[in-house]
């Protein structure tokens, strides 16, 4: 085992489809891993309720918009209802989310120096006066941590589902091939709703046992507890909220592990 190839012969759960997973799975593979594709979530555009009809038309009489991904600023921008102008200040989470608006020539106005709800809401709150307007485009299953906080700051928070996320039906398939084969050496998770669908996927295949000797790496608190709700232990949680810096914290973890025996 070398340094340059740390995850040699070593699987790693990659839980993304297979155009969002390239990255990744190529970053494992350059440390010597074997990537196993298995998204374990998709995301289906919610474009003909009536509360984003509305938002759209009214996008205008808000002082914020938060995005808190890119698939929240996807969902919301690439569609074909009017957005009148002009837009309000836009304040994000993540670097991705970031870009993905200023591809579509949408200045970002805030960004937290913590990519996660609770590291938001701290950089955030000076900003806020009583009375202030903000809408939060999110997911279905996203945690209404953020609005919730500016309320009770006095803002008047709307929150509209543009997006559902939901359980690829092959992927059950594809998991039940890897785990009653060469099972999975390394399971990570990029959001508390990876692990739901995972772990939820494992209890139907009867595979509990076959994650007893697995690595886990988490990105960010939140997930982390969800894996922890579950009964696992995780072993790895980056101080920076990426792939890279998960993976990078997994191979920490194993270097000190092997450094000790």
Known sequence: MTLASPL???????PRGKK???????LIKSYGGIPVEIPLIAFMPLRNSESFSEA????HTYDWLIFTSKTAV??????????????PKVAVIGEKTKS?????????????????????????????????????PKG???RDYIASSLSEKGAKVDEIIV????????????????????????????????????????KELGYQDALKNSLVGCIGPVTKERAEDYGLHVHAVP???????MLKSIIEYLEENRRGN
Request: hydrophobic share 40%.
């Open 74 to 87: 996807e969902a919301f921008f690439d569609h074909d209802l009017p957005i009148s102008k002009p837009l």
């Open 140 to 142: 279905n299953l996203a």
């Open 239 to 245: 101080e920076e909220f990426t792939v890279y810096s």
């Open 163 to 202: 997006y559902e996320t939901i359980f690829p039906k092959d992927s059950i398939g594809l998991l039940n091939n890897q785990l009653s084969g060469k099972g999975i050496d390394i399971l990570t998770f990029t959001s508390p709703s990876t692990v739901d669908h995972f772990m939820r996927a494992v």
């Open 20 to 26: 969002q997973a390239q990255t990744y799975s190529k």
């Open 100 to 136: 993905s608006l200023l591809d579509r020539g949408i200045n970002v106005d805030f960004s937290p120096r913590q990519y996660v709800a609770e590291g938001f809401v701290e950089d955030f709150l000076p900003f806020i006066e009583k009375g202030m307007k903000v809408l939060v």
């Open 8 to 14: 040699k012969g070593m699987t790693v759960l990659v």
């Open 56 to 59: 759209c038309k009214r996008i």
